[in-house]
């Protein structure tokens, strides 16, 4: 051998096959598994030769290294290897030329070897294999990888790592998986180029449709940029495998802008090759007592959040809050949520604060347009759930009607919607579909009733099933709504203001019956409504108390919640008081030792409004 020189051993890179090997060439193996006729060695991940046991020189284990020279390879593709034993040599890799397929392409490779170049987004150790959820920007699918039961395969992966999967596609259970052979991650330019094209495919892919408004409204109009930019948002989350946690108000109108987004967010799971529970460890959805974020709802959620991170790889949730999450009261929440990193978006009717969208990655809502509260989150959900997945459409466009019914909408969209769906529901059966979703909310309490409310919302592909529901807890509802009013009315006080408005108060607390429904608000609101019939055509406000809470409602007053809160918390330094809600509805709580003096000053505030007959 010239001096300076070395004998050549080669790599067989990762997507190497057959057609790759050269007979006469010596390659760097790994001792697979033993016969009692020679020894199987690996030279990469999917090709495998044997050593005929006369042509071994020394003992091996499995898992050793060794080299090899190929003799033969025959027409049945079986390889003839010879140990060799070189003191002195340099490894040449054998970079092969075979194309990386999509994700997207698997279903029509079942049975056959590939090799993906994607993200790992999700690592589940189960009690058998290690389960990766990869990601490219055609979509995502699975892979497993087994050492031994419950033993983590291709540890040097991790959560948002690039890699080149190779293995065989695999049907089980209806579902592609590809069983994996090796899993390299890649690192430096080579990982910086997969992952940009992955990138700007999927930023591509995320973008909305272009889908008209399903009414004409000057304020939707003015909406839509910042629509699309959240169902952007959302689409890209579903193409990226990340966790979607929903949370409303629960009451009818953010049930309405929740489920519309369920249903989207689900649909497009499904139509981009989601696995069959998919929907359920990828989006959940919560109603929040408040109308806003509260900390008892964010740390049951980091709770979940912290846990599914360690336990199942999954990555922090994005997090969109509907009918709540406009107000300083949500402050407390996105902080915490921010130092887990966890992105969130909002869309709401509340009367927004500008300092909570340094918190946010998005923010829709119509005071920002110049409108107001009467674009309720449910016609916003909507509009925004067809952005996200045109295919619901005509499922989810009614539920638009029932949100302006429920949330007494008094914008022109509420007329335009109901016209719209007046071929499928009347605006009588909207106001008894809301009145049943406020009903078994709040018997489900803090659970979210997927199946219950898709029935009473007419999403299940059951009408008399949809009919039956509805009618029965409408007629349970209204009987609890008879006898709460009938109990209350009697012990309603009643002063006019400076201003000329009616002020009517009750003390549900002693007045009311407890853990029933109608709840306090909903108690108020009804004997509020029956106050407006009675003084038809004149300003009315009711006020419903309890030991350290107030609901307002009114009509023909338009009061600014969000300011009075602001402005009892300065005047009244000791009453502890928080709270928020729209120009006509809101709440507010406060300590109970200062009752009477936030009721006096509440009462002050109010009369310094002007008045609308």
Known sequence: MPKGTETIVYSLGDGCSLADVVVGKTYAGTVQGFAAFGTFVFLNSSTKGLVHKSNMLTSHQEGDSILVRVGNVRDNGNIDLEEVIITSYQVQPVICKKRAIQLGELKGKVGRRVMVECVVAQIKQTSGPTIFTLVDASGSENAAGFVEAGKRAFPDASQGSVVRATGEIMQRGGQIQIELENLTVLRGPEA??????????????????????????????????????????????????????????????????????????????NESGGDYDSDYYLFKRAPSKAPFYEIEDIVRDLDYATRDNVRFGQKMPLVLLTDNGSTEEDLPAMKMAKVYGIPMIVFDHHHPDEIVDQYLEAHVNPYHVGGDYGITAGMLGTEIARLICPSVDRQIRHVAAVAGVADRSEAPERSRYLELNADRFSEEEC???????????????????????????????????????????????????????????????????????????????????????????????EVHDRLCQQYAGEPVVTLGFGPDFVVLRSRGVFMNIPRMVRELRDDLPGAGVNGGGHLVVGSIKFVEGMRSEVTEKLSEKIAQFSTVE
């Open 431 to 525: 106001k008894r579909i809301a009145l049943a979703l406020d009903y078994i909310q709040f018997y489900l309490r803090f659970n979210d009733g997927k199946e219950l409310i898709k029935d009473i919302l007419d999403l299940n592909d059951n009408h008399e099933r949809h009919l039956e529901m509805v009618k029965l807890l409408e007629d349970e509802a209204n009987i609890a709504i008879t006898d709460q009013v009938k109990t209350c009315m009697p012990h309603v006080g009643h002063t006019v203001l400076s201003n000329g408005a009616h002020l009517f108060t009750i003390d549900v607390e002693i007045h009311a019956h407890k853990f029933t429904f109608p709840p306090p608000g909903k108690t108020c609101g």
């Open 192 to 269: 910086d180029e997969v992952l940009a094209g992955i990138e700007q495919a999927i930023d591509a892919r995320a973008e909305p449709p272009e889908v008209p408004l399903l009414v004409e409204s000057e304020v939707l109009e003015k909406l839509r940029p910042a629509m699309r930019k959240i169902a952007k948002i959302i689409r890209r989350a579903v193409f990226t495998a990340q966790p979607i946690l929903l949370r409303h108000h629960a009451d009818a109108d953010g049930i309405c802008s929740a489920v519309s987004i369920e249903q989207a967010v689900i649909s497009l799971i």
